[in-house]
């Protein structure tokens, strides 16, 4: 499965961006979903993720309420809505996508098999 993330861009703060995860190769069906996202100087860490058919988000508390995930499978595409953007969501962002396991383990980049490139965000004060 390849994986294309695009959407990221200069917003200031307060603002919103949508970022898109395009999948070919496979069907995104089959896969669990993740944004994770990698500040300058500091590790990738968990955004979101998405169940196989959407049933079940989750949430880094630092973008509870603010961030929004989706999956359209029949586009193949999964999203993530982004308001009220602050300077420290700064950072490039990656979509993974995993296989259906434990959803005790989708914070870890360890159960992801394929990675997107990556887009930038900057939030600006």
């Known amino acids: 499965v390849q994986l294309q993330a695009s959407g990221g861009g200069l917003v200031q703060a307060g603002g919103s961006l949508r970022l898109s ?9 089959r896969y669990v979903v993740a944004w994770f996202r990698q ?6 860490e968990f955004v979101s993720a998405i169940s196989k058919y959407g049933g079940s988000i989750y949430y880094a508390d630092s973008v509870k309420g603010r961030f929004t995930m989706s999956k359209d499978n029949a586009k193949n ?13 700064t950072a490039v962002y990656y979509c993974a996508a995993g296989p259906p396991t434990d959803s005790l383990r989708w914070t870890s980049r360890l159960m992801y098999n394929y990675w997107g490139q990556g887009t930038k ?3 600006s004060s």
């Open 121 to 123: 965000v900057t939030v």
């Open 39 to 44: 500040a300058p100087g500091k590790e990738r």
């Open 77 to 89: 595409t999964a999203y993530l809505q982004m308001n009220t953007l602050k300077t420290d969501d």
């Open 21 to 29: 995860c395009i999948a070919s190769g496979g069907a995104f069906s």
